[in-house]
């Protein structure tokens, strides 16, 4: 019962995290997410990555609350979205963006295809016009390779 609240949440956070990234960082949090779309980082750190802060606050609310009630099950959501959280900062953070070089040379096809949806995304330097919002799941046409 609690794997299945965990993967639930997990699956849900895919959809948060594309509402959240179509709506508040391309819209009102545009100051915090706009030079994550610029094309060299200036440091190690960009404004950006307060983002992470904003998401790991819930989760830890939770696992506070779901280990000292009575409400065990807030505990696994909390833990379904520190799992989305890990899965987010290594496709995000070190496969596409290679903060981190842990994952260099993939060849994996759904990793390409990933890879190849965000940096769709990103050809768009402003906060409109922007395209594939989402990180696990993408359309389909980004898995295909292209006609010659």
Known sequence: M??????????FMECVTWCTHKFVMHGFGWYLHE???QPKYQGIF???????VVFATPSILLFY?????????LFFIGLGILFYGIAYF???????HQRF????????????GLRKAHKIHHKHLGKEEGECYGMLFVPFKYFQKPNV
């Open 2 to 11: 609690f794997a299945l609240i965990t993967l639930c949440v997990f699956l």
């Open 101 to 112: 070089k842990w994952f260099k040379n993939t060849n994996n096809w759904y990793l390409k």
């Open 46 to 52: 960009e404004k950006n990555d307060a983002f992470f």
């Open 65 to 73: 609350f779901g280990t000292y009630t009575h409400y065990t099950f």
């Open 90 to 96: 290594l496709v995000h953070d070190v496969l596409i």
């Open 35 to 37: 030079d994550h779309h």
